[in-house]
């Protein structure tokens, strides 16, 4: 497993943006498939985006697509999420996940590493 550590998260205004980040404290993250997933508060864990180790496949949801990018730069082992118009049901605590493989995909059960959460709260 992975130590992953996600920072960025923030209060914003619909229609606003920001950059999620989330760095590995230990270990290389260029041998790992790489998710976002978001969790608000009553709801399930759900999936938003995911990166294979190259960066060379992407995948998200249907609600974000066109506005979220994600994307890797494994020289600096780190992942962002880059979130723009964002809507009040954004609104989510945003983890992390990594998983030694070339691609995961949009089931939290394949990723066996998640950090701890930064919260998103989009205000309308």
């Known amino acids: 497993q992975v130590q992953l550590v996600e920072s960025g998260g923030g209060l914003v205004q619909a229609g606003g943006s920001l950059r999620l980040s989330c760095a590995a404290s230990e270990r290389t993250l260029s041998r790992y498939a790489m998710g976002w997933f978001r969790q608000a508060p009553g709801k399930e864990r759900g999936f938003v985006a995911a990166?294979?180790?190259?960066?060379?496949?992407?995948e998200y949801v249907d609600s974000v697509k066109g506005r979220f990018t994600i994307s890797r730069d494994n020289a600096k082992n780190t992942v962002y999420l880059q979130m723009y118009s964002l809507k009040p049901e954004d609104s989510a605590l945003y983890y992390c996940?990594?998983?030694?493989?070339?691609?995961?995909?949009?089931?939290?059960?394949?990723?066996?590493?998640w950090g701890q959460g930064t919260p998103v709260t989009v205000s309308s």
């Open positions: 996940a990594a998983a030694p493989t070339y691609y995961s995909g949009s089931s939290y059960r394949d990723y066996d590493s």
């Open positions: 990166i294979s180790w190259n960066g060379g496949r992407t």
